[in-house]
Nanobody, 122 residues
Framework: VQLQASGGGLVQAGGSLRLSCAAS????????MGWFRQAPGKEREFVAA????????GYALSVKGRFTVSRDNAKNTLHLQMNSLKPEDTAVYYC????????????????WGQGTLVTVSS
């Protein structure tokens, strides 16, 4: 599975962005998907994840209530709607895929996209 994240950019605090992750090479319908981010000088951290059916989602406490993960298996895409953005959300955001149930640990994911930069100005 090849993954390509897009939709990042510069936004003011309080604004919104919608990230997308396009998959190719194989359908993602049987994979759980996740979003992770890495801020400058910090370790990569879990943001959100969704099971292959879309029935179950999970979020980091720092984004819960502001971010929404969704997927469209028919279009082989994953999305992350980010609202009420804060400067501390500034990071490179990565999408990832894994077999089986979703996980919050990045090392459990098999496939990774190249990342898209989100910059939130104060």
């Amino acid at each position: 599975v090849q993954l390509q994240a897009s939709g990042g950019g510069l936004v003011q605090a309080g604004g919104s962005l919608r990230l997308s992750c396009a998959a190719s090479g194989r359908t993602i319908s049987s994979y759980s998907m996740g979003w992770f981010r890495q801020a400058p000088g910090k370790e990569r951290e879990f943001v959100a994840a969704i099971t292959w059916t879309g029935a179950t989602t999970g979020y980091a406490l720092s984004v819960k209530g502001r971010f929404t993960v969704s997927r469209d298996n028919a279009k082989n895409t994953l999305h992350l709607q980010m609202n009420s953005l804060k400067p501390e959300d500034t990071a490179v955001y990565y999408c990832a895929a894994k077999s089986g149930s979703y996980a919050t640990t990045g090392s459990l994911y098999n496939y990774w996209g190249q990342g898209t930069l989100v910059t939130v100005s104060s």
